[in-house]
């Protein structure tokens, strides 16, 4: 049984969300709260090595199938060695990313069988869902060019069509749809700066009604 808090930020490609989670941390560890930030594929030595092979795009073979094995493998050491202990002693875990992008990506953008990616998931995460996942909304279009314009190498799925990332952004709309209790939808379009305000105003009334060190 957990007793810290796990937050997860989601959201597409160019929706800013790498950096608002960096300054998301910085807020809540000015703050004082014992926290735990990490990322998605990735968090452990395993899940950073599975990570490269993920978005490497000299792998343009790999077969969808592949491609939600690996994510779940790095998904499953990341659970068990860093994420789970962090909440059992009692921190808040801040994660970029968590299997929500994998129903978007693969599920929605792939169009894989969600049943069964979440037959898959839930034995990689045994049973750890969020308390709260934060998703930046963008269009595409303007993710995409955001992308671009950052000088950034673009990975294996930033370079796919618009019609994929189209399908990712709709898939976030309907899981947060499904499940309103859990997810809190931030418009993403405007500058950082007021998106950050927005997610610190929205965090501080969760985190007063619901975590206490």
């Not at 789970?84 to 990313?97: E, F, H, N, T, W």
Request: one cysteine or more.
């Amino acid at each position: 049984m957990t007793t810290g808090l796990f937050i997860t930020l989601e959201g597409p490609d160019g929706s800013g969300k790498t950096t608002q989670a960096h300054l998301l941390a910085e807020w809540l560890a000015a703050q004082r709260y014992p926290l735990l930030t990490t990322r998605e594929p990735g968090g452990t030595r395993i899940g950073e090595a599975i990570r490269e092979v993920l978005h490497d795009c000299a792998h343009t073979e790999m077969a969808p199938q592949a491609e939600i094995l690996l994510y779940s493998a790095a998904r499953a050491q990341h659970v068990a060695e860093v994420i789970r202990p962090a909440l059992a002693a009692g921190k808040i875990v801040l994660c970029d990313r968590y299997f929500d992008s994998t129903y978007a990506y693969q599920g929605y953008g792939r169009a894989l069988p969600l049943e069964a990616l979440r037959a898959i998931t839930s034995f990689a995460v045994q049973g750890l869902i969020p308390d709260l996942t934060l998703y930046l909304d963008v269009s595409p279009e303007v993710g995409l060019q955001r992308r671009a314009r950052s000088g950034e190498a673009l990975n294996r799925l930033d370079r796919e069509a618009l019609e994929f990332h189209k399908r990712v952004r709709a898939g976030y709309l309907e899981l947060a749809a499904a499940e309103p209790s859990r997810w809190r939808i931030i418009d993403a379009n405007r500058p950082p700066e007021d998106v950050q305000q927005a997610l610190h105003t929205l965090l501080a009334a969760y985190l007063t009604a619901n975590f206490h060190a």
